[in-house]
């Protein structure tokens, strides 16, 4: 059973807060036309091989930020095809003991953070969601069981950069949780499972930081090619190496990496990138479409398969 815990600020989401279900009564019924009609669109777009990318999303300020970033960002979107869905795997739902699918027909836009300006909390990405695929999302994990649940919405992992990405909210998204409590070589596996979904037109998306310690940042720095610290500098550039030769071995086992005990303090943020590897043909290559970093020691690395 996931861990309970009814704060979504909390790291573990558990299934008090998650309602989570295997079988769910006619929610269809309450959807609105107009997100209807988008779900509509979206089965009519022929379906097509899709990439799968990994972002840093960085701080939720991004997304009402104008920076080479985000800048970056909008470019990219601009150049991607435009999907059938979206499959988001964000650092920011967490459970314990299982793994979650998110089956709304209109995910809620979840601002998982205090502390910041109002305007942050007022933005809304109004995608719907894609029930059938995320179903069948669930069905092709064979690592463990996926439970299905209506509880969870778009946190800012995911809306925070698909927000410069396709800024129309015009692509149903749905999200998967980590299951936190799982080893490394468990993520590379669920994402190796999910690869089929790129098939059927679904862009898969893992969103975290490959370097992410909030501990040890440095608040004022400007954002910066190079970060601030030695630690940071090195576990971003050994990441990158083995990103470019794909040695998913070394990169799974990550903490052999030079500065691994800072940059990885906790796991949370670094799994994401394991479930984009395993989406990812063995032969295809890593693309950098971002790097750099901010508040000093946050790894903005972003990357496109295939």
Known sequence: MFSADPDRRGFLMGSSALGVTTALGAIAAMVSSSTASAANAAEARPARRMPVIFIGHGSPMNAIRDNTFTRRLTAW??????????????????????????????????????GFPQALFDVQYPAPGHVALAREAASLVRQTQVLTTTGWGLDHGSWTVLKFLYPKADVPVFQMSIDYGQPAAFHHAVGRDLAALRDKGVLILGSGN?????????????????????????????????????????????????????????????YPLLYALGAAGANEPAQTIYEGFQAGTLSMRCLQFG
């Open 77 to 114: 979107g601009r150049a991607l095809p435009v999907p059938t869905a979206i499959l988001s795997v964000s650092a920011h739902w967490l459970t314990q003991g299982g793994t979650g699918v998110s089956i709304q027909e209109r995910p809620e836009t979840i601002h998982d953070f205090g």
């Open 210 to 270: 490959v370097v992410h310690n909030l501990r040890a940042t440095d608040r004022g720095a400007a954002d910066s090619v190079m970060a601030t610290r030695p630690w940071a500098q090195s576990f971003d550039d050994a990441a990158k190496s083995a990103l470019q030769g794909r040695d998913d071995k070394a990169l799974i086992d990550y903490a052999k990496l030079p500065g691994a005990e800072t940059a990885v303090a906790t796991p949370d943020h670094y």
